[in-house]
């Protein structure tokens, strides 16, 4: 009868237990996109022999998970609840990618990023974001990425785009952002213009050469040009059915052919789009 007891009471400690994983972070990232999502980016690295890592997950709301090792192979995992079970098998690194927009929150024309985190992160911010407030002095600042250090942190930003309030001291500052916004979208669209007109300058035969330079799959060389021959952008579902991929795959291309620099993913109100960067 003890024994019995003894067993039911095992039995429910282990239910009752949390998942415990032994592995570190070595990086995480959040990207934030106009639109208040965010791609969550973990870079972990089980330790020897384990079979499972539970990793909690920023957010409530998940989209578009990757979990794959260094190689780019994928990895076995499942969902239970805002915990992401991995199963690493061989993998001595990890990476796990998901959008989500509950981190996010907008007040008038601020919005806060909020995590709370026992590691260190690098939030990169939209382009044309202007910081307002730091919960904390951040680790380190580099462009438009500041890398926050453990713990409640929040990051408010606005964009540069602000109302005229009249007065000399708000006349001034409103000439000077103008100004130099002005002076910013002259030159983008320069470099548009200028980059437009190189992509034009090229031939298919040239791209396809250029191609054949690079290590490439025949997969990722269609995509490729078929991205060229639809002016350097499309959606990714549009890509995915001209060259005839599973959603899946096309989406782990898509992320190899971005670490390689050759693409860059937009992240739109309702698909992804591709732009091409060769």
């Not at 095992?10 to 998942?19: C, D, I, Y």
């Not at 910081?131 to 990051?155: C, H, R």
Request: proline fraction near 5%; glycine fraction near 10%.
């Amino acid at each position: 009868m003890k024994v019995g007891k003894i067993t039911v009471l095992l039995m429910a400690v282990l239910l009752l237990t949390p998942w415990t994983s032994a592995y570190s972070v070595s990086s995480l990232v959040l990207t934030v996109y106009e639109d208040g999502y965010v791609k969550v980016e973990y870079e972990i690295t089980p330790e020897d022999y384990e079979s499972q890592i539970g990793l909690p997950l920023p957010g409530g709301h998940y989209e578009n998970f990757i979990v794959e090792d260094s190689w780019g192979n994928p990895v076995n995992f499942k969902l239970n609840n805002d915990t992401l079970i991995v199963y690493p098998g061989g993998a001595s690194v990890v990476r796990v990618s998901y959008y989500t927009p509950d981190l996010t929150s907008k007040r008038g024309i601020v919005w806060t990023l909020q995590l709370n985190s026992s590691y260190s992160f690098t939030v990169v911010l939209p382009e044309g974001a202007v910081v307002v407030d730091l919960s904390e002095v951040p680790l380190e600042i580099a462009g438009s990425s500041i890398t926050m250090p453990p713990g409640n942190q929040s990051v408010s930003y606005t964009f540069q785009e602000r109302p005229y309030r009249g007065g000399s001291g708000d006349e001034t500052t409103v000439i000077l952002v103008l100004g130099i916004l002005t002076a910013g979208a002259v030159g983008v669209g320069l470099v548009l213009w200028l980059g437009r007109g190189r992509r034009k300058s090229l031939t298919e035969d040239e791209f396809r050469k250029r191609l054949e330079s690079l290590e490439l799959t025949e997969e990722e060389k269609r995509a490729l040009l078929y991205l060229f021959g639809r002016g350097g952008r499309a959606s990714q579902a549009e890509v995915r059915e001209a060259i005839g991929l599973p959603k899946t795959t096309a989406w782990r291309m898509f992320r190899r052919l971005e670490r390689k620099g050759l693409v860059r993913i937009l992240k739109g109100k309702k698909e992804n789009w591709v732009e091409l960067k060769l």
